[in-house]
């Protein structure tokens, strides 16, 4: 089977020494992953990483809203200049704690500085939003210039989730072990929200259960069997779907067979 991993941070895997030896195959299963950096030497780390599983992982770099570093505006632009990103990511608003919230400022120029790029490069983003919808919704004009949406750990319900898909963004919405740990809102998307618009992620190496430490890339397997039980339905029938949808989400390429084919510019 072949398991799409919407979010990661390849990077930070290596670092905790979550990485597995090799995530194209495990003998039995394939995997690729949607990979975010946030720093400029993280980046280079998650290139490295790239280079060495022949396209399994995609890459993004953002300027994350917990940490907006607008210095990096530029050399986000240089990759998209050069396409050696897929796309724009994290990006968004967190305004969970007071800390996030003093920041807003800098929140709001990292979002519209993302935006801009996106939109002019056409390619997608993926949004971390935490208690910030009304910005979504705000600023809906603006995605809907996107190629595609990823809302990464969705953290609201399906009336929120159908609402945006009604302002006209191409958007997927994406859930990693929240639903494990019977998270009602994240449950209840993936129940009622369309199979067309449904992507599973495991935000590795971070995104826990109570108990455990990290959470390791090829997780993502225990993510789709929970989806798949939510759904009633087998998780060897929710792949194909789900690789559809992770191929739409990234702008990847299906090849001959079950592969995913990837741009060899990237």
Known sequence: MLFCDAHLHAACCRELEKEPSSYGSDGENSYYGASCAHFIEEFARQKDIVGQNGGHILPFFGMHPQLPLLENADFMESLLQRKEIRGI?????????????????????????????AAAYSVPAVVHDRKALDHIFRDAGKLKALPAVIFHSFAFGPREA?????????????????ILNGNKKSRACVQELPL??????????????????TTGPWEIRRVYEEAAAIRGTQFTELCPALQENFMAATGTALAAGTALATDTSL
């Open 89 to 117: 990511g994290e990006t968004g608003f967190d305004l969970f704690t007071e800390e996030f919230k003093a920041n807003i400022q800098a929140q709001e120029e990292a979002w519209q500085t993302s935006l801009a790029l």
């Open 162 to 178: 159908f609402s945006i898909l009604k302002h006209g963004i191409n958007a997927y919405f994406s859930f990693a072990k929240q």
């Open 196 to 213: 067309d618009r449904l992507l599973l992620e495991t935000d590795a190496p971070y995104q826990t259960l109570r108990g455990e430490e």
